[in-house]
């Protein structure tokens, strides 16, 4: 197994902030890209690392691999997500009934009838961003403790794997109808 860490140039951490991946990336990328001598496929595992360490929930599951730490990251979001995700999914379908309108509408009139409804909708998708973002803050908090207690517990790490993984969907999910409603 590739060590994403290592090709980063970085050390295994599960606690790297977003700038400093982006600086590691920026200055293995200078020695990598085929452009400064490096080969494509030199890049392209660059590149991948630098996938797996910007996502959380794939930079954990690779940390942990790494460790030799087995964990089942099948699952469904665990129980306190639950509200969340009952938010995440309303505000989503009201995103996407109110862009499937405003697609369908003909005459400038209707659309700025629909203007007031669209802003309210932008603001609640912001919202929304908000609430998963510190939702992945908080399942992020245990990482530097798990870092310094190695081995940590191997359920907890997979629920929070999982619970990343659908937090990090959301997001994007949320991220991708926000430019729609403006």
């Known amino acids: 197994m590739t060590d994403a860490f290592a090709v980063m140039g970085i050390p295994r951490s599960l606690t790297i902030t977003d700038e400093s991946l982006r600086d590691a990336f920026r200055e293995a ?8 001598g490096g080969g494509e496929d030199e890049f392209s595992a660059l590149r991948q690392a630098m996938e797996i360490l910007s996502s959380p929930s794939r930079r954990l599951r690779h940390w942990l691999e790494l460790h030799d730490i087995p964990v089942e990251t099948r699952g469904t979001v665990d129980a306190h997500l639950m509200d969340l995700f009952a938010e995440v999914g309303s505000v989503t379908q009201s995103a996407q009934s109110l862009i499937r309108k405003r697609e369908e509408t003909q005459s400038a009139l209707a659309l700025a009838l629909l203007e007031r409804q669209t802003h309210l909708c932008r603001e609640s998708v912001e919202e929304a961003i908000a609430r998963v973002e510190f939702a992945i803050t908080e399942e992020c908090a ?14 907890l790490a997979a629920i929070s794997v999982r619970n990343l993984a659908f937090l990090e969907k959301w997001r994007a999910n949320l991220r991708a109808l926000f430019p729609r409603l403006i």
């Open 29 to 36: 990328g200078k020695r990598c890209h085929p452009d400064a």
């Open 142 to 155: 245990p990482f530097s403790q798990w870092q310094s207690t190695l081995p940590p517990d191997p359920n």
